[in-house]
């Protein structure tokens, strides 16, 4: 009956000891896992900055392209430009022109 005995009180320690090999194992690589989505997580996070960083750039391009198609396009004659204040005499109409010479 010793013998016995003995023999199940040494594969109750083996066993023990192959569980907690399993369960180390298992861990290392639980944490391996880990790394691996926290990496992945970050690399999504950098792309969906990226996408909202190109979308805010492209409605500053849309609204710049629109705030050019609504400014007034100024034509003038050169011989009508104002450039002092002094020089100029009202036509006809009481419109300020430079003094022709």
Do not use: Y
Not at 10 to 22: E, I, K, N, P
Not at 56 to 74: D, K, Y
Not at 93 to 98: E, K, P, R
């Amino acid at each position: 009956m010793l013998g016995i005995g003995a023999f199940t009180d040494w594969l109750t320690r083996v066993s023990g000891a192959l569980v907690f090999v399993a369960t180390a194992v298992l861990a290392g690589v639980a944490m391996l896992q880990m790394r691996k989505l926290n990496e992945q997580a970050e690399a999504e996070a950098a792309a969906v900055q990226k996408q909202i960083d190109a979308s805010i750039a492209q409605g500053e391009a849309i609204r710049e392209a629109a705030r050019a198609q609504l400014q007034p396009m100024v034509f003038a004659h050169a011989d009508r430009v104002q450039t002092h204040a002094d020089t100029t005499t009202p036509d006809q109409f009481g419109q300020q022109h430079n003094e022709i010479c």
